[in-house]
């Protein structure tokens, strides 16, 4: 009997519902080819709840995610200026998921500026102006609260060097404006040195975050894995994800003790939205890395090598990596790679 795991969907707005949806196919297509099935508990979030229950996450969603532990999450439109906060940030910090990671891996047969790149950003994920600690002081005059501690700090660092062991990764670079922010970036990078001596094996090294965009320009290949503090990793993240092809690309996953929400790096893309143009490869990479944290390891890499395949002949891509397709004709284009003989 097919064993069935209980999923909390959330297909968020923008081209939220067209990547999850081309998602869902493929992984159910991916799971009824390996004896795995899924049951998807889909919520909205964000203006979309608002409208139908009167809350922006409401408590049918919290409830679920912490019943199943698991989210695949599409974008949720976070308004800029005023308007309701971060759903991403909201539930990230309700269910303490403190590690944000990032892998920026390039697919084989996409040409880039940047052949093989295979870069992790390991961001921290509760902390720092992130948590939108913000006030008037007078009028005109504005505090925001940047907020570093040294457990945050330490477990984010205990992660990244946690996983490099783990998985044979060889250098570490923690991401610092230490020369300005004494205090707080300080403390972050203390933390990061004091794991770091637990873990000989592994090269750590510091770089000042402005520089390490043009090092990252110049030469991303010196670099393994990025270990930044949330609005650095923000910002480092949209970066790497040109060196792979975009922001159509590259997967996430917020990870706590509890629960777990996969979600792509890209937000929810309204100049594209419901134009059947959105790439759902990050998506679909996100599902990948929920399934191999769920045990289904066979079924993470059915999904992943059709997407391969797909990249491979390049026949079949989106606009934003210089194809001509739709999101459906890339979605149909896997389940056929899929079915090809493995
Ligand atoms: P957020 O604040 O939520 O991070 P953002 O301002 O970074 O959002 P995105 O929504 O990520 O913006 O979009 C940035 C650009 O990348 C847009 O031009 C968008 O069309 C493009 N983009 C994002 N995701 C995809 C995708 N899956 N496929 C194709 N293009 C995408
Ligand atoms: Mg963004």
């Not at 508990?41 to 996450?57: S, V």
């Not at 439109?77 to 308007?83: D, E, K």
């Not at 907020?147 to 610092?176: C, L, M, P, Q, V």
Request: aromatic share 8%; net charge negative.
């Amino acid at each position: 009997m097919a064993k069935t795991h209980k999923i909390t969907l959330i297909p968020g707005d923008g081209i939220g519902p067209e990547v999850s949806g081309a998602v869902v196919r493929v992984v159910e297509a991916a799971g009824a080819a390996t004896g795995v099935a899924f049951e998807w508990h889909r919520h909205a979030a964000g203006a979309d709840a608002f409208e139908k229950t009167g809350e922006y996450i409401p408590k049918a969603l919290y409830d679920s995610i912490e019943e199943n532990r698991v989210a695949l999450k599409g974008p949720v439109t976070t308004p800029i200026g005023g308007g309701f906060a971060s759903i991403n940030v909201t539930l990230r910090q309700k269910f303490e998921l403190f590690a944000n990671f990032r892998p920026v891996k390039s697919l084989p047969g996409l040409k880039t500026n940047y052949p093989n790149i295979d870069l992790i950003i390991v961001r921290e994920n509760m902390e720092d102006l992130y948590a939108g600690l913000e006030h008037i002081v007078v009028p005109g005059v504005v505090q925001a609260l940047k907020i570093i501690t040294e457990k945050g700090s330490t477990r984010i660092a205990k992660f990244a060097f946690d996983y490099a062991r783990k998985h044979g990764r060889k250098k570490i670079h923690a991401i610092h404006k230490a020369n300005i922010m004494k205090l707080s970036d300080g403390l972050f990078l203390q933390c990061c040195r004091t794991v770091a001596e637990g873990f000989p094996e592994i090269t750590y090294a510091e770089h000042i975050v402005d520089n390490t965009c043009m090092q990252l320009v110049m030469n991303p290949y010196q670099y393994d894995i990025l270990l930044t503090e949330n609005l650095y990793g923000d910002i480092l993240s949209d970066l790497c994800s040109a060196f792979v092809g975009g922001l159509g690309l590259v997967p996430g996953a917020n990870l706590g003790t509890e629960c777990a929400i996969f979600e792509a790096v890209h937000g929810s893309a309204p100049d594209i939205a419901g134009k059947d143009m959105a790439n759902p490869t990050a998506l679909m990479q996100s599902a990948v890395l929920m399934l191999h944290h769920i045990g289904e390891s066979e079924t993470a890499n059915r999904v992943q090598t059709g997407l391969e395949q797909v990249y491979r002949e390049g026949k079949t891509l989106t606009k934003d990596v210089g194809g001509t397709s739709g999101t459906k004709a890339f979605a149909d284009a896997v389940l056929a790679a899929m079915e090809m003989p493995q």
